[in-house]
T-cell receptor, first 111, second 125 residues
Framework: QFALTQPASVSGSPGQSITISCTGANSDIGGYNYVSWYQQFPGKAPKLMIYAVNNRPSGISDRFSGSKSGYTASLTISGLQADDEADYYC???????????FGGGTRLTVL | EVHLLESGGGLVQPGGSLRLSCTVS????????MSWVRQAPGKGLEWVSV??????????AVSVKGRFTISRDNSINTLHLQMNGLRAEDTAIYYC??????????FGSGTYDFWGQGTLVTVSS
């Protein structure tokens, strides 16, 4: 199992907004602001979408946003588009035993 | 342009060894910690190991500690993962990943802004 807990799947219609939660503990999400979100398409490498809880790398649409409360982080995608359909993973810096922990991933389906 | 390219994957028998390499370009390699992250077929991401920019410090996941060794050669912009005592559960795509924070002396932020395309390791008899 994975240190961070994500829903296995979420879905939404084009134009709608969805939120993916990521629950950890005080030793990871709760203790650090190094929470990241990655998007992964089948057969491809992960792509950084959000870093340091709520920051977007250059080139990432502002439809993607992140937040954190306590030891739960969230990724919100607004104005859903068909090409948002992918797997999404959260990660966090951790005090141990692993330096970095990931969630199990959430499959986003755009209806 | 930042580029990471893994090599060295393949089929190996249980108990065997394999050495993965990752060649990088497009950034000052020695300024960044580098990590290996793996993904078993159809499964999620698992962090494996990290090495500081200088190469002086390393850290491993419990699942691979004592069997895997991470190293780097800053003179030729290369990262390695020596994998010994391989087990069926080590079967995965192995990605090398660049930390987003420039600091040669620690493990960075654990945020990965660039990834390689991955190399598949299959452990089976």
């Amino acid at each position: 199992q994975f240190a961070l807990t994500q829903p296995a799947s979420v879905s939404g219609s084009p134009g709608q907004s969805i939120t993916i939660s990521c629950t950890g503990a005080n030793s990871d999400i709760g203790g650090y602001n190094y929470v990241s979100w990655y998007q992964q398409f089948p057969g491809k490498a992960p792509k950084l979408m959000i870093y340091a809880v709520n920051n977007r790398p250059s080139g990432i649409s502002d439809r993607f946003s992140g937040s954190k409360s306590g030891y739960t982080a969230s990724l919100t995608i607004s104005g859903l588009q068909a090409d948002d359909e992918a797997d999404y993973y959260c990660s966090s810096y951790s005090s141990g035993p692993s330096l970095v922990v990931f969630g199990g991933g959430t499959r986003l389906t755009v209806l | 342009e930042v580029h990471l390219l893994e090599s060295g994957g393949g089929l190996v028998q249980p108990g065997g060894s394999l050495r993965l390499s990752c060649t990088v370009s497009g950034f000052t390699y020695s300024n960044y910690a580098m990590s290996w992250v793996r993904q078993a077929p159809g499964k999620g991401l698992e962090w494996v190991s990290v090495i500081s920019g200088t190469g002086a410090d390393t850290y491993y996941a419990v699942s691979v500690k004592g069997r895997f060794t991470i190293s780097r050669d800053n003179s030729i912009n290369t990262l390695h993962l020596q994998m010994n005592g391989l087990r069926a559960e080590d079967t995965a795509i192995y990605y090398c990943a660049k930390d987003s924070t420039a600091n040669s002396h620690n493990f960075g932020s654990g945020t990965y802004d660039f990834w390689g395309q991955g190399t598949l390791v299959t452990v089976s008899s």
